[in-house]
């Protein structure tokens, strides 16, 4: 079994705390452009049409021009618990001492390219110390998200007291591998009005769906279609970096898709589920016969009221389209943003280096009062206000006014005119599962679909995942809530597909989010609804504190900046089944989270 998945150990956490200060980290995009594919628990026999470089060693008869050794390090450099980024001439490893024994592996998480050595090493995984992804240290194997590919493996053997590491040259240069998966032995006609799996959405959660499924020996017809006119690209970046392109974003490419037997329909809108006759039908007309669904069509934004829909240049951010032309016509022009979601913020920060002027109005008295707390809240608006950045709280729109249909003014509840040439509205989102209503399918009073543990909606064969459900949360003793994490939307991807192939796994992580801000990242681990306290270490003014969100008397958050890698080392302590007692973080001495030492 994989350890995402479980039972609680207990955990020894040993590590030194690096500070990431001097690790510039680039949301906008990954050091090694494309994301990633998904690893877990292992190959069940037939499966494998892996090439060599999926191979995690490759026998010593291999090529020797395809690989480096190298020694690294005397045996006694390292102790136990303890890791070290190590150079090979032409590439870099991460190698690892864990109970008199070294491994190594590659040394950059795969989804951004974190240093994972800055990470936190624990009974038998690495965590990233930026997002929280985890990969096993025996089998280089991706446990926990975000990210889709695993880590390549490296040999080593002790000559002489000397640690002398083998590596592929390949996989030293790429630091990252995608597991094997089979193909499709069906014989498909494209038109063919039936898929064995169906799924509905191309984000996180679909994409994870179908790669887990081919990844665990599933041969039959995977069929993914999607709304949108480009394969599946990483959306959080697009907030972040308004002038990226779907294919910088891009998570996995149609020749990936193609080669794995996963095929992609875009800009397909689904507009009825007929659960009776199990089949999909499209706004085209076209019909699609499923055996198993799975629906991960995520949110869409809330609607607003206000006078002047029809009025140009007003955006919700969706697509890169959208995000490119944001850019272009904020440029020394004047942006509004209506509403202080992650989203909202992240655009008016982007904006500040091309914009005349940007005004952000918000319904709140604080951004993220809700999700932070009030404290972060206001020191999180100063460093936008520092930034040149004007708040309109407590505060709606009523009106968008045009000339020539071309947006020139927002027009404010409480009177305010305000310039603007162009608009964005990050209020807030609904979920998309309007298509479902005369369905059966049950969704609950907010539209979000109600599912059980293993993904399972109350249909027979019909699934569904990401930002679309309300799902049975374990350590809230099951209560179903709904998580919109990115990171939330990969593990539902995968329970998904292990429950339609009859091997469900236990929910078992912790939700993970990010958000970066004029080159400054918020992290965010554990699920803080409805916290009653937030205790704050550091320094709220120079943007460098922790914060434990409690109910009553646990720790049930945690959000920092620059404070790395604590959000991971938090998110490792609550992973393993353990609760942190606010009183454990009231003292103001940390030390045992951040200490080396077993704990």
């Not at 037939?46 to 995690?56: C, Q």
């Amino acid at each position: 079994a994989c350890s995402v998945f479980q039972e609680p150990e207990p955990i020894e956490v040993k590590v030194e705390l690096s500070l990431l200060e001097k690790e510039k980290e680039v949301d906008g995009l990954s050091p090694n452009g494309k994301a990633s594919p998904f690893a877990d628990c292992r190959l069940n026999g037939a499966l494998a049409h892996g090439s060599d470089e999926d191979s995690m060693l490759l026998p010593l008869n291999h090529n020797s021009r395809d690989f480096v050794e190298a020694s690294v390090c005397h045996v006694k450099d390292l102790e136990n618990g303890q890791m070290r980024e190590v150079d090979l001439g032409c590439g870099r490893a991460l190698l690892i001492k864990q109970h008199g024994e070294f491994s190594a592996m590659a040394h950059k998480c795969p989804h951004y390219g974190a240093p994972l050595v800055k990470g936190v090493l624990s009974k038998g995984h690495v965590r990233c110390p930026w997002h929280g992804a985890c990969f096993s240290t025996a089998t280089g194997d991706i446990e926990d998200f975000p990210g889709l590919d695993s880590l390549p493996i490296f040999q080593v053997r002790v000559e002489k007291d000397k640690v002398i590491i083998r590596a592929n040259k390949q996989a030293l240069q790429s630091q990252k591998r995608s597991k094997p998966m089979s193909r499709c032995s069906a014989v498909i006609n494209s038109n063919t009005g039936f898929s064995h799996v169906l799924i509905i959405g191309s984000g996180p959660a679909a994409l994870v769906c179908a790669e887990t499924l081919r990844q665990e020996g599933f041969t039959d017809r995977i069929v993914m279609c999607t709304m949108d006119r480009h394969p599946p690209y990483d959306r959080p970046k697009l907030s972040k970096s308004l002038e990226t392109t779907a294919e910088q974003l891009r998570l996995r490419s149609m020749d990936f898709l193609q080669d794995h037997d996963i095929e992609l329909l875009t800009e397909k809108e689904v507009v009825a589920v007929d659960v009776k006759t199990r089949s999909v039908t499209f706004e085209d007309g076209l019909r699609m016969e499923y055996r198993k669904l799975f629906i991960a069509t995520g949110s869409k934004p809330k609607p607003m009221n206000y006078k002047g829909k029809d009025v140009r240049n007003v955006f919700h951010l969706r697509t890169p389209e959208d995000a490119n032309c944001i850019a272009r016509l904020a440029n020394n022009k004047n942006a509004v943003i209506v509403g202080t979601s992650f989203v909202g913020m992240e655009v008016a920060a982007a904006l500040t280096d091309k914009a005349h002027s940007v005004s952000v109005i918000g319904i709140e008295p604080v951004p993220f009062k809700k999700a932070l707390g009030e404290k972060i809240g206001k020191a999180i608006m100063k460093l936008f206000e520092t930034n040149r950045v004007k708040f309109y709280m407590l505060n709606e729109v009523s009106e968008m006014i045009g000339q020539h249909g071309e947006l020139k003014e927002v027009v404010l509840k409480s009177g305010k005119v305000l310039r603007a040439d162009v608009c964005v509205i990050g209020a807030g989102s609904v979920p998309a599962t309007g298509f479902l209503k005369q369905s059966g399918i049950h969704l609950d009073a907010k539209g979000f679909i109600t599912v059980n543990k293993m993904m399972q909606t109350n249909v027979d064969g019909v699934f569904a995942g990401g930002d679309v459900v309300t799902f049975p949360f374990p350590p809230r003793n099951n209560k179903k809530v709904n998580i919109p994490h990115w990171q939330m939307a990969h593990v539902h991807g995968r329970m998904a597909a292990l429950s339609m192939i009859g091997r469900p796994s236990e929910f078992k992580t912790v939700p993970y989010f990010w958000s970066a801000m004029f080159g400054k990242t918020i992290r965010y681990a554990g699920y803080g609804d409805g916290f009653d306290d937030v205790i704050i270490q550091g320094d709220l003014d120079e943007l460098r504190f922790v914060a434990f969100y409690t109910r009553s008397e646990e720790v049930v958050a945690v959000t920092s900046m620059n404070y790395d890698p604590i959000v991971s080392r938090v998110a490792e302590v609550l992973g393993s089944g353990k609760t942190i007692k606010k009183r454990d973080v009231e003292t103001g001495d940390i030390s045992w989270l951040i200490d080396k030492g077993s704990h």
